[in-house]
């Protein structure tokens, strides 16, 4: 082999500068420090609705069970059949 198939084969196994360049960077590195606050800011945010909305929802089965239970409660038929057999325990 002469010395141009050496330096021919040697460049096209080295990759180029600006690959060695982006492989050496991070997402962190690109961006700006600015647009990483807005981003962690919009995730604290999702994190905070996520959270508000799951409050909400729990709020509401707690309501929906109260007041099934207060229905219930007013049910004659469903006192004789959920109640206690022994009476004597009431006296």
Known sequence: MGKK???ARNNQ???SSKAEEGMGLS???LLGAEVIGKLKAQADDMKQ???ARKEEA???EEEK???ERKLLENDFAYLLENSDPR???HK
């Open 65 to 67: 069970k109260k007041q």
């Open 49 to 51: 609705a996520e959270a």
């Open 13 to 15: 196994a080295k990759p």
């Open 58 to 60: 729990r709020k509401q």
């Open 87 to 89: 009476w004597s325990k």
């Open 5 to 7: 198939q050496k330096q």
């Open 27 to 29: 997402l962190k590195d």
